[in-house]
């Protein structure tokens, strides 16, 4: 199944993290200074240019067959899992399955919505059941455990925290529902052992339990341009987002807060992309999402800490740089819960021992806010030029990471195949038809398209 997602509008793309970490670069970041970010996007000149149409960013045609067929030299069920993708790419009734996904979650309704968080809630069990990760151990005696959760609406992952620990501070970045995104559905419920907001609870812990465990901040995430390090005058005054007075131009979070544990769910929604956000917006949207997501996610988290990244294809170019670039300052494990959904190709990179302030870690957040910095305001294109010269080589990474790569993806290549071989649509094939399954280079992937809600199901 093709690409991804949180890019339902989109191709699939060059990784943001084909990156040559250990290359030239001279800088590192202190994560502990607050205004490391604003010293980084200074760093990066953006450049004009042109918007480039998406296809330029699709993986070479070569790269992709090389690493196809080292997956089906390592990974005995890979054919298989190819096969079944060809047969429903072949299928009409693919087509027809997956536009129907597309319009009930283009529009969807409170019921639709409150099945999403019903999958998300399910999704959080099994993913607590396989990592314990929703579990906070504090690393500070006296402070509750911090969450920052990215696109986290409808909000099954936050609520299972919620669930989970009894003392927590977690702060929920999301889109706006009036720009498209998708509503929140959980509330911050007080605290179970919470009686006044000085109250102190947690027996021997001695927190102080918060009146308030979850802060809702409705924000599009690419404009957080004040956390991304941009002081407002550095913002061309000209481009539309200035105009319009999206950039968010204070921060949306604590200058100092380090959090235990970041989730990364933004998607480019379709619904927002398509009305909310304007024609210079057409092409590098996932670019920008996933580069402030990640810059903003890594700089934040705790040493020590855990993250939960969703992600696309295990298989993908974009997908094996990216957990290459994680192993070398994480514990990485993937995660892919059965279900419903467990055909697609989504699933949950889960991060943990997270060295944030070590040089990869600084150098990857230093690379995703000049690639955000570039693709907001000068051009995909460039940008994309630029990912893709500094990206480690296939034969390189196979050498230093295929056997990783094949020992963390086969949970997810196997659950995923489970779910393919009960869709009807990877059964009767018609050779004349051309259903949404695992496309060419540059065309959409539909198997991902739920109106940019696909979790990791
Ligand atoms: C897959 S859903 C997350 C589901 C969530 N993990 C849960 O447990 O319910 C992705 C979320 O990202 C949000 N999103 C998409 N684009 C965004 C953006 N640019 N900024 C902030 N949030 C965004 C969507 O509105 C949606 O709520």
Not at 186 to 196: A, E, L, N, V
């Given at each position: 199944m093709e690409s991804s997602a949180d890019d339902?509008?989109?191709?699939?793309?060059?990784?943001?993290?084909n990156l040559k970490i250990?290359?030239?670069?001279k800088e590192t970041i202190a994560?502990?200074?607050?205004?490391v970010l604003l010293q980084v996007a200074r760093d990066c000149k953006a450049k004009d240019g042109d918007p480039v149409d998406e296809d330029a960013s699709s993986l070479d045609d070569q790269e992709r067959k090389r690493l196809a067929q080292y997956l089906r030299d390592h990974v005995p069920i890979f054919s298989e899992l190819e096969d079944l993708r060809q047969k429903g790419w072949k299928n009409p009734a693919g087509d027809e399955y997956f536009k129907k996904q597309r319009f009930h979650t283009d529009h969807a309704n409170h019921d639709t919505s409150l099945n999403f968080l019903r999958m998300m809630q399910l999704a959080a069990d099994k993913l607590q059941r396989a990592?314990?990760?929703?579990t906070l151990v504090p690393t500070d005696a006296r402070r509750p455990p911090t969450v920052l959760g990215f696109?986290?609406?409808?909000g099954g992952f936050l609520q299972k925290i919620l669930l989970e620990n009894v003392h927590v501070l977690i702060w929920g970045i999301t889109l706006p529902e009036s720009l498209g995104g998708i509503p929140v559905?959980?509330?911050?419920?007080?605290?179970?052992?919470?009686?006044?907001?000085f109250h102190r609870g947690g027996g021997s812990t001695g927190f102080v339990a918060h009146p308030i465990r979850l802060q809702v901040i409705a924000a599009d995430i690419t404009m957080m341009a004040a956390d991304l390090g941009?002081?407002?005058?550095?913002?061309?005054?000209?481009h539309p987002d200035a105009i319009a007075h999206n950039?968010?131009?204070?921060?949306?979070?604590?200058?100092?807060q380090r959090f235990d544990l970041v989730t990364c769910e933004a998607g480019v929604l379709r619904p927002h992309h398509a009305v909310h956000a304007g024609a210079h917006r057409e092409h590098g949207e996932h670019i920008r999402l996933r580069a402030a997501q990640l810059a903003l996610a890594v700089a934040r988290v705790k040493p020590g800490g855990s993250m939960i990244v969703l992600m696309h294809k295990a298989e993908s170019s974009d997908s094996v740089r990216m957990l290459w670039l994680f192993s070398q300052f994480c514990r990485v494990r993937l995660f892919k819960p059965d279900g419903p959904?467990?055909?697609?190709?989504s699933f949950y990179m889960v991060a943990t021992?997270?060295?944030?302030?070590s040089e990869p870690a600084l150098k990857a957040v230093k690379r995703w806010v000049a690639e955000w910095k570039m693709a907001t305001f000068g051009s995909v294109d460039k940008c994309l030029d630029k990912m893709k010269k500094e990206a480690i080589g296939v034969e390189e990474l196979l050498q230093v990471f295929g056997h990783e790569w094949v020992r963390l993806g086969n949970e997810v290549w196997e659950t995923q195949l489970q779910g393919l071989r009960m869709k009807s649509f990877t059964k009767n094939a018609n050779r004349g038809g051309h259903s949404g399954?695992?496309?060419?280079?540059?065309e959409s992937n539909k198997d991902e398209e739920e109106g940019g809600v696909s979790a990791a199901q």
């Open positions: 339902t509008l989109s191709s699939p793309t060059l990784a943001l993290q250990g290359g030239d670069q994560l502990s200074d607050p205004n990592t314990n990760i929703f696109g986290f609406a409808p559905l959980i509330s911050d419920f007080p605290c179970p052992q919470h009686q006044s907001p941009m002081l407002p005058d550095e913002i061309p005054a000209s950039f968010l131009l204070r921060r949306q979070l604590p200058p100092l959904h467990h055909y697609k190709s021992d997270v060295q944030s302030q399954l695992d496309r060419g280079r540059g």
